[in-house]
Nanobody, 125 residues
């Protein structure tokens, strides 16, 4: 089991930027892919981004490709999500996610083994 703690959410105007961080503890961080999902009110939780254990391969939802960047620092057991050119439709609770299986990506809810508590991101003028 891994414990995940997000930080960095908040209120930002359209076109602005935020960086989310997720600190992990409790198991070998470097062998598991890490990622971010989000859930808007009344909607299902959806995949946002994932980064493999080595950091060399990343995956993004089409809706955020070119605007969001995921990265990780295995020495600090931390994964980041840099969000640029934010839109009102990016408003959601963002959840950090650790894969259930080592070395494999987690791009669906079922592939996630551990969740963070979530951090609110609100994009509004």
């Amino acid at each position: 089991q891994v414990l995940l703690e997000e930080s960095g959410g908040g209120l930002v105007q359209p076109g602005g930027s935020l960086r989310l961080s997720c600190a992990a503890s409790g198991r070998t961080f470097s062998t598991y892919s890490m990622g971010w999902f989000r859930q808007a009110p009344g909607k299902e939780r959806e995949f946002v981004a994932n980064i493999l254990w080595s950091g060399g391969i990343t995956y993004y939802a089409d809706s955020v490709k070119g605007r969001f960047t995921i990265s990780r620092d295995n020495a600090k057991n931390t994964v980041y999500l840099q969000m640029n050119s934010l839109k009102p439709e990016d408003t959601a609770v963002y959840y950090c996610a650790a894969a259930r299986t080592p070395f494999l990506p987690a791009r669906s809810v079922g592939a996630v083994g551990s969740w963070g508590q979530g951090t609110q991101v609100t994009v509004s003028s």
